[in-house]
């Protein structure tokens, strides 16, 4: 059987052709900036001065790589991120994905002003809070690292619960009229049957929430306090501070990218399932 080829409208390629030179030109540039972070983190001091990165004229110096992990204790600082990170994604998913599909599906009294409060507390940035949630935590005794891995809960708890309803919201009800009928409860129907379709979505927000807490910096720098709960996002401030003391640029450089690295890694390897989550969807009812 012969395949079919679309045509290629060239009047619509035409009018897209900004739009791609856009892309291409940033996706060059971040690509050179990366080797050029790259090319500095396996140079000295002096090679990266005197703009000689990519030349290697003393060779790769992958020692700068040992060194940032443990003198400058890069190692410390992700394992913190690391263990924030998943905890976090965990609570949110536990928090977030039951309140989204009771909100999807079942019209109560409070459910309206339930969705009004999480669209309000989206649309309010985390600097105009930290001052009241500071003194809460000073004033009931909460600190280290529960604390924060709360904070970071509780502030990704409405973004995932709106971002999940919406896919909740295009399931057909059949799915839990067949598990009615077949005798299966309304907790076990979720958990086996309407979490499980909405897979895509899950990996998606919990994708983004990974990214949003290893990236964070502003709380962390609030509320952490001891250098052993230190994340890398303060940890590197505290490298770049350092730098006027030990002057190893190299070894900033290959910090950088040991923390570079866990992001990168999930964009290579999970950009078709980010992308299923963003577009896809279930059968609509």
Not at 27 to 45: D, N
Request: hydrophobic residues 50%; aromatic residues 16%.
């Amino acid at each position: 059987m012969a395949k079919y080829h679309e045509r290629i409208n060239w009047k619509k390629e035409a009018r897209l052709l900004p739009g791609y030179i856009i892309v291409i030109l940033w996706c060059v540039f971040t690509a050179v900036m990366v080797f050029w972070v790259f090319g500095a983190s396996l140079s000295t001091s002096r090679e990266i001065f005197s703009g000689k990165v990519l030349e290697f004229a003393t060779g790769f110096h992958w020692e700068n790589y040992i060194t940032a992990w443990k003198t400058q204790n890069v190692s410390v600082f992700f394992a913190n991120s690391l263990l924030y990170a998943t905890v976090s994604c965990a609570g949110v998913l536990l928090i977030s994905a039951p309140s989204a599909y009771v909100l999807s599906r079942w019209n109560f009294t409070c459910s309206r002003t339930i969705r009004l409060g999480l669209l309000i507390s989206m649309s309010v940035p985390a600097i105009m809070i930290i001052m009241p949630l500071y003194t809460l935590a000073v004033q009931w005794h909460l600190k280290g690292r529960v604390l924060l891995i709360l904070l970071y809960i509780l502030m990704r708890v409405p973004y995932t619960t709106m971002y999940l309803l919406d896919f909740f919201s295009t399931l057909s009800r059949s799915y839990e009229e067949a598990a009615y009928l077949d005798g299966c409860p309304p907790a076990q129907t979720f958990w086996r049957i309407m979490l499980p379709l909405v897979q895509p979505a899950v990996v998606t927000v919990t994708i983004f929430n990974f990214l949003s807490v290893w990236n964070e910096f502003f709380m962390a720098l609030i509320f952490t306090s001891d250098e052993s709960m230190t994340p890398v996002g303060v940890g590197l401030l505290q490298i770049v501070n350092s730098m006027k003391y030990t002057g190893n640029y190299g070894g900033m450089f290959a910090a950088v990218m040991i923390v570079f690295l866990p992001t990168f890694l999930l964009y290579i390897f999970l950009s078709e399932k980010i992308i299923s989550g963003v577009t896809g969807g279930g059968v609509k009812g």
